[in-house]
C-alpha cells in the first residue's frame, strides 16, 4: 500500500511541475461537455462498505472480490463549471448494485478541479434495509495533455450521511480521465 502511495504521489508531483502540454481554456467553457471515467485507490475495509462509487475499481478482501465500473457526465453551465452525473455498476462476490452520483465541479484558474457531490446506491441483498448516501468532496490537479484530453489526479473524501448503514467516512485517491467537448 505505500508503494501504491508513493507511486500516485510521484504522478501527482510530476503534473504538478509539469507545464500544460495542451490549452484547457477552450475545454472548460460554457456550453462544452465533460465525459470522465475515474479509478479509486483506498478505503480498506471501510472502501468495501462504501461500494456505491462511479469509478472503476477492483478490490480483494479476505477471498471476497469486489469490483465497480462506471463513468461520469458533466456539463459546462459556466466557464470552469460544470454539473455532473455519474452512474455505475458494483458486484460484491455475486450480489450487485447500481450507484449514481450528482454534483458539481469546478476548475479553480482552469487548472485545480474541486468537486462537491451526492451519491446513493441500491440493490438487492448487498445493503440489506439500508440506501448507503454519501457526501463527497475532492481536490486535485487537471493535467492536459491535449485540448480535450486530461488526466485528474486527486484525494476525495466521502462522508457518510446513512449511520445506520456506516458512520466510517472513507479517503480515496483517484486518477481520473476527461474528455472535454
Not at 58 to 74: F, K, N, R, V, Y
Amino acid at each position: 500500500m505505500k508503494k501504491l502511495f508513493l507511486a500516485a504521489f510521484a504522478v501527482f508531483a510530476f503534473a504538478s511541475v509539469s507545464a500544460q502540454d495542451g490549452d484547457s481554456s477552450s475545454a472548460l467553457t460554457k456550453g462544452s461537455w465533460l465525459v470522465e471515467a475515474n479509478t479509486g485507490f483506498g478505503g480498506g475495509a471501510t472502501g468495501a462498505a462504501h461500494r456505491s462509487t462511479t469509478s472503476f475499481g477492483l478490490t480483494s478482501i479476505d477471498g471476497t472480490t469486489i469490483w465497480s465500473i462506471g463513468g461520469e457526465a458533466g456539463y459546462f453551465v459556466m466557464d470552469d463549471l460544470a454539473i455532473k452525473l455519474g452512474l455505475g455498476y458494483n458486484d460484491f462476490d455475486g450480489a450487485s448494485s447500481f450507484s449514481y452520483k450528482l454534483g458539481a465541479k469546478y476548475y479553480i484558474a482552469s487548472q485545480f478541479p474541486v468537486q462537491l457531490d451526492f451519491t446513493g446506491a441500491s440493490g438487492d441483498d448487498v445493503f440489506g434495509d439500508e440506501s448507503p448516501l454519501w457526501l463527497g468532496i475532492q481536490g486535485g490537479y487537471a493535467w492536459f495533455v491535449a485540448d480535450n484530453i486530461s488526466i485528474e489526479p486527486g484525494l476525495r473524501y466521502n462522508h457518510s450521511l446513512n449511520e445506520d448503514f456506516t458512520d466510517e467516512g472513507v479517503l480515496e485517491l483517484n486518477i481520473g480521465f476527461a474528455l472535454h467537448f
